[in-house]
């Protein structure tokens, strides 16, 4: 028992003597404090003090210095001239909140009074060393490095505007590049002058999206000598800047962003927000001449149809007579020398097939009178007069040729010589022909023998569906697919409006519809309306039918009067007036839609 308590005590022993120490000091009771940084402003910020603003916040940040157990910080902005020493400041202010707050937010008026009462003139930029100190009475810390900030006392000054219009988007805003009685009209909210002896004025600026309007492309003063806040400006006029700024190219689209820029004086501010502004130069192009419908009056002049995946390029489908002067391209619908600023465009004599502006000659000698599709390459200085592409046809499985050109157009290309599958032409950018097609498979529109091989604007064009039924396409297009049963169809395509091409398919039949009828005026689809019309091809058809006082007309489809013909005097018309029938009796009637005629012939 007693080895046993000695070892016990030896071993408390050893522990005892091989263990450290811990000394406390009772005397120390400070405490510690983290660093901190600035957030806000930046280094070398340089803000000039606006006099028509007086009330708009500036804001001085920063983030918390960490506190060591119980005792939190209060911060203070010290601020010294450049040239002098923070251990002499020039401004000593506490933060927010009586110094709690990691912010030290000013009016514009309460700093310029504080740079004021330290003998700073009006107008005149101050360049400052500044930091944040943080205490909690033992310990004081201040941001590292101190920060440079550059700032102007209150002199001349505007007060925030807005932009009203244009209003800013990425759509397009399509202008004539060589009108000079189109405008654009730009405005803005008025700004008031901090210094009413000093009123403001106006600059409007542009630069491409994404630019720095410190070097815009091109400036505007606005309307009264900068003083009003509205400027109207020219189509032409901002062509013209656009060319000149390196935007030569009238096809493509700018994409451009401005904005106003406000002075008083020697004060300067911008609009609070920029605003897109995308333009399309849209170069109209149109076709005159003796050989043309037109004849020679710029009035009457065709527009031709822009060749979208082309910019710059124009076509039209055109019936010329030839030897009558021939034809040229215009610009505008007015000859040069006009208020329009119009040019035109003719054969470099001696060149077929080059075009030129100055000095040129008519464009003749292209072939025999017949339909043409005439284009011009306004980029490349390049026209074309086809009789080969002067025609349009359906191609591809579900019609008779199926997908091989060359065997659409045969023979004789003069209307109504076509094949089943060529369209008679209807007048100028217009189609219309009868193509048996089958049921469940697809095709399109082709004006030519062979498939497009992405080469000149010269080849073949090939037409589909567009973004919706009845919108036709030329690029990105899809086939055009065959619904309802295998049977013949009449199909046109239409580029009269030469902006919304289009396109219909409807069934190959002709009724009549209407009192003098015995069907009356019901042309719903369950309404027997007989007898239909027969088809004799070329455009053709004729019925032997009763007929009693009234009036009629011509529908193609059961239950819809979209496509209607009525008309007078032997001539129809879409939508024409309604036929009359004064003695009851026994008809035949004929109509010829290629043609654009109907008899009515009592037996």
């Not at 010589?417 to 219309?432: D, I, R």
């Amino acid at each position: 028992m007693k080895n046993k308590i000695l070892y016990t005590l030896l071993a408390i022993v050893a522990i005892a003597f091989g263990c450290k120490k811990t000394e406390f000091d009772e005397m120390s009771k400070g405490e510690a404090l983290g660093t901190f940084t600035v957030a806000a402003p930046v280094n070398n910020t340089m803000w000039v003090l606006n006099s028509a603003t007086p009330n708009a916040k500036v804001v001085f940040s920063w983030s918390a210095a960490k506190p060591g157990v119980n005792t939190m910080p209060t911060y203070k902005f010290v601020a010294a001239l450049k040239t002098g020493s923070l251990t002499s400041p020039l401004l000593e202010i506490p933060s927010d909140n009586n110094g709690t707050s990691t912010t030290l937010t000013f009016t514009q008026k309460q700093l310029d009074d504080a740079l004021k009462a330290k003998s700073i003139g009006d107008g005149i930029k101050v360049d400052l060393i500044w930091v944040v100190k943080a205490t909690n009475g033992d310990m004081t810390v201040s941001t590292s490095p101190a920060l440079n900030i550059a700032i102007t006392r209150m002199g001349d000054g505007v007060s925030n505007f807005l932009l009203y219009g244009p209003v800013s988007s990425n759509t397009p805003v399509v202008i004539n590049p060589n009108s000079t009685t189109d405008f654009m009209n730009f405005k803005w909210q008025k700004s008031f002058p901090g210094v009413t002896t000093n009123p403001t004025k106006y600059q409007i600026k542009f630069v491409a999206k994404g630019g720095n309007f410190a070097t815009p492309l091109f400036t505007y003063t606005s309307n009264n000598s900068g003083l009003d806040s509205a400027l109207a400006v020219g189509y032409k006029d901002i062509s013209d800047k656009l060319t000149a700024a390196g935007y030569a190219d009238q096809a493509t689209p700018v994409a451009l962003q401005w904005t106003v820029e406000a002075t008083s004086g020697t004060f300067k501010k911008t609009a609070d927000y920029v605003n897109d502004l995308v333009i399309t130069r849209e170069v109209k192009m149109f076709l005159v001449g003796g050989d043309t419908p037109a004849s020679w009056t710029a009035e009457n002049a065709l527009q031709m149809i822009p060749d979208a995946s082309n910019p710059g390029t124009f076509y039209i489908y055109v019936k010329l007579n030839a030897g009558n002067g021939g034809l040229k391209f215009l610009n505008q619908q007015q000859w040069p020398g006009g208020s329009l600023n119009s040019s035109d465009w003719g054969m470099k004599p001696g060149s077929p097939g080059d075009a030129v502006v100055d000095n040129e000659v008519n464009i003749e000698n292209y072939g025999a009178s017949g339909v043409y599709r005439v284009t011009f390459d306004q980029k490349n200085l390049k026209y074309y007069v086809q009789a080969d592409h002067g025609m349009m046809g359906a191609v591809g499985g579900a019609t008779p040729a199926g997908w091989n050109p060359p065997t659409v157009f045969t023979g004789s290309t003069t209307a109504p010589a076509y094949p089943s599958q060529g369209l008679n032409f209807m007048g100028t950018n217009k189609f219309l022909g009868f193509v048996t097609l089958a049921s469940g498979q697809e095709w399109k529109f082709i004006d030519g023998d062979a498939w497009p091989s992405g080469g000149p604007v010269s080849q073949t064009r090939d037409y589909g569906k567009g973004s919706a039924e009845g919108v036709l396409a030329e690029s990105n297009e899809a086939n055009i697919a065959t619904t309802g049963a295998t049977g013949l169809r009449r199909i046109i395509w239409d580029g009269t409006d030469i902006k919304n091409l289009k396109y219909s398919v409807t069934d190959g039949t002709v009724f009549l519809v209407g009192n003098a009828t015995a069907g009356g005026w019901d042309n719903s689809a369950g309404n027997a309306l007989l007898p239909a019309m027969t088809y004799s091809g070329n455009g053709k058809w004729t019925v032997t039918t009763n007929l009693t006082v009234g009036e009629f007309k011509f529908i193609v489809t059961k239950g819809s009067w979209e496509y209607n013909y009525g008309g007078s005097a032997g001539v129809i018309s879409e939508g024409g007036a309604n036929l009359a029938i004064t003695v009851n009796g026994n008809y035949t009637i004929k109509l010829d839609e290629y043609n654009r005629t109907y008899t009515v012939t009592k037996n």
